[in-house]
């Protein structure tokens, strides 16, 4: 059994949704994120950057309880533990592997700080266009990505996708992005929509 401490947010839906697609057992843990539970000395255990998602993988490596932070790197311990949401071919594992660094570092903080000057009234204009600007760059890549494979690594789901798809997923609202300027972007997204493993994984933090 693995615990997901999680909320319901782009992040959030990460590890469910990878943990569906796999189909192995786990457990939420809502953590209360405006109560600040994230930054509490217990959690600080599992996450010392006091964010989610976290997880607490009850038969870790070496036998017994196992604690993992960080999406990306939860991400590729369950891949790499189930042996599932990673092409079996080297290239595609390490394209796989860039695509969701690609995330962790770019989209996720990048949309994150275009929502935050979106939703401020007391704005620095300059700040709303930085943001936006280069949110809407990182999907203009991976639109030329997406034109030539069915998924970001290639022709089955990865972990790549499972990063991207709660922050593709809120897009217009968190980041102002236009997704009718990037029709393979949408086609995915509809795609990833369309997956029971998704859908589930999403509901499980609602
Ligand atoms: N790089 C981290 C980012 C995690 C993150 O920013 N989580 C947000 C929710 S989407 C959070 O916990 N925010 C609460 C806080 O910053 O205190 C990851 O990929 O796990």
């Given amino acids: 059994m693995i615990d997901v401490y999680t909320a319901d947010t782009p992040n959030g839906v990460k590890i ?3 943990l569906e ?3 192995a057992p786990y457990k939420i843990i809502r953590v209360n994120l405006s109560a600040q539970e994230q930054k509490r000395e217990e959690f600080l255990k599992l996450n010392p950057n006091g964010r989610i998602p ?3 993988d009850h038969d870790g490596p ?3 309880p196992f604690a993992v932070f960080e999406s990306g790197a939860i991400l590729l311990y369950l891949a790499e533990k189930f042996g599932a949401l990673l092409p079996a071919d080297p290239r595609g594992r390490v394209n796989a592997i860039a695509w969701t660094f690609f995330q962790v570092s770019g989209v996720g903080p990048m949309f994150g700080q ?4 979106r939703r401020r009234a007391e704005v620095n204009p300059a700040a709303i266009e930085r943001y936006e600007q280069e949110s809407a760059r990182l999907i203009t890549v991976l639109e030329r990505q997406l034109r030539d494979t069915a998924y970001l690594a290639g022709e089955t789901v990865s972990i790549a996708d499972v990063a991207h798809f709660g ?3 809120v897009a217009e609202v968190y980041a102002g ?3 009718s300027t990037a029709p393979s972007v949408a086609r995915w997204r509809e795609a990833l929509r369309a997956r029971s493993a998704f859908q589930r994984g999403v509901a499980a933090v609602r």
Avoid: Q, S
């Avoid at 275009?114 to 000057?117: L, M, S």
């Fill in 114 to 117: 275009a929502r935050f000057w």
């Fill in 177 to 179: 992005v236009d997704l």
């Fill in 167 to 169: 922050w593709i997923d």
């Fill in 62 to 64: 070496l036998g017994g």
């Fill in 21 to 23: 697609e796999i189909g």
């Fill in 54 to 56: 976290a997880i607490v």
């Fill in 16 to 18: 469910p949704i990878a």
